[in-house]
C-alpha cells in the first residue's frame, strides 16, 4: 500500500511539473494572440501554423541562450533567486484538487498530491514566499534599479497578502475547515460561495492581479519602463524560471478563484470537471484581459487602495459574516 502510495505521487509531481511547464509555455502564445487581437494585430504567425510552434521556438531559445553572470552581482543568491519563484509556486500545487476522483481498472485516484486539512492556509502560504525570488534577484544584482524594482515589488506582495488571507476569513468561517476538498463540497449541497460572499470573491480577485505580478498590480517590471524590473540582469533559462513561475502562479490562483468561490468540480461527475477547466480558462484568460485593458497604477495608488479601501471593506465583512452566523 506504501509502495502503490509513493509511486502514485511521484506520477502526480511528475505530471503537474510537466504539463504546467508546458502550459506556462502555450499561456505565453494565448496572452500574444489575446493581446493582438484586442489591438487589431495578428500576434504569432510566422513560425508553424497560426504562430503554434513560436513556443516551441522560445523554449529553445531559453534553453540554448548563454547563461550570463555579471561580474559584481552576489552569485549564489542571483543563481537561486530564479529557482524560488518556480519551485514555489509548483510546491504550492500540492494542496489543490485539479479533478474530481476518478478510477481505473479498479483503483481510485484523487488529483490532489495531498489532501491536508489546512489546504488552503498551505497554499497561501507557500506562494507568498515566492516572493523571495524577485526579492532576492533585485537584491543580489549590481543594478540599482533591479533593487527599487524588488523593493517595490516586495511591499506589494506583503500588502496584498493581507487582502488575500482577509477575503477567505468570511468564506471560511461559513465552510469551518481549510480544506480545499471541504470547500468544495460545501457549495455541492448550496449556493457558489460567490453568491454566499460576493465582497470577499472580488475582494480575492483583486488581490490575485497583486499575487501574480499582473497588469494593474504590475510594479516589480512595469511594461512602460525601458528596463525588466528585478529580472533586467537575468538571460537565459534563469530568466525563463521567473516567468514560468508567474504563469503557473495565474495558472494556480485561477484554480483556487474557482473552487473557493465558483463551486469547484461539484458532485465529481465529468460534467463538473470540465466545467472546472472552463471556469479557471475563464480566469486566466481575465488575468489577460486586463494586460490589454487597463493600464498600471502607480505605488501610491496601489498602497492607498490596498490600506484605506480593500482591507477595511475585508474587516467590515468579516464582521457581518460573524453577526450573521451567530444569530
Known sequence: METSYLIETIIKIVTILLVFSALAGLGTYFERKVLAFMQRRLGPMMVGPYGLAQVAADGIKLFTKEDIIPTNVVARIFKIAPVITAATAFMAAAAIPFMPSFTIGGYTVNPIVSDINVGILYVLGVMAVGLYGPL????????????????????????????????????????????????????????????????????????????????????????????????????????????????????????????????????????????????????????????????????????????????????????????????
Open 136 to 327: 532576492l534577484g533585485g537584491m543580489a544584482s549590481a543594478n540599482k534599479f533591479s533593487l527599487l524594482s524588488a523593493a517595490r515589488g516586495a511591499a506589494v506582495f506583503i500588502s496584498y497578502e493581507v487582502i488575500t488571507g482577509l477575503s477567505l476569513l468570511a468564506p471560511l468561517m461559513m465552510v469551518g475547515s481549510l480544506s480545499l476538498i471541504d470547500l468544495n463540497n460545501f457549495q455541492i449541497e448550496g449556493q457558489w460561495m460567490a453568491v454566499y460572499q460576493p465582497v470577499a470573491f472580488v475582494l480575492f480577485w483583486i488581490a490575485g492581479f497583486a499575487e501574480t505580478g499582473r497588469t494593474p498590480f504590475h510594479l516589480v517590471a512595469n511594461d512602460h519602463e525601458i528596463i525588466d524590473g528585478f529580472g533586467t540582469e537575468y538571460s537565459g533559462m534563469r530568466w525563463g524560471l521567473f516567468f514560468i513561475g508567474e504563469y503557473a502562479n495565474m495558472f494556480f490562483y485561477s484554480f483556487l478563484l474557482a473552487i473557493i468561490f465558483l463551486g469547484g468540480f461539484g458532485d465529481g461527475s465529468v460534467f463538473g470537471a470540465f466545467a472546472l477547466l472552463g471556469k479557471v480558462a475563464f480566469f486566466f484568460f481575465f488575468f489577460l484581459w486586463t494586460r490589454a485593458a487597463w493600464p498600471d497604477v502607480r505605488p501610491d495608488q496601489l498602497m492607498w487602495l490596498c490600506w484605506k479601501v480593500l482591507m477595511p471593506l475585508a474587516v467590515i465583512n468579516i464582521v457581518i459574516t460573524g453577526f450573521v452566523l451567530m444569530f
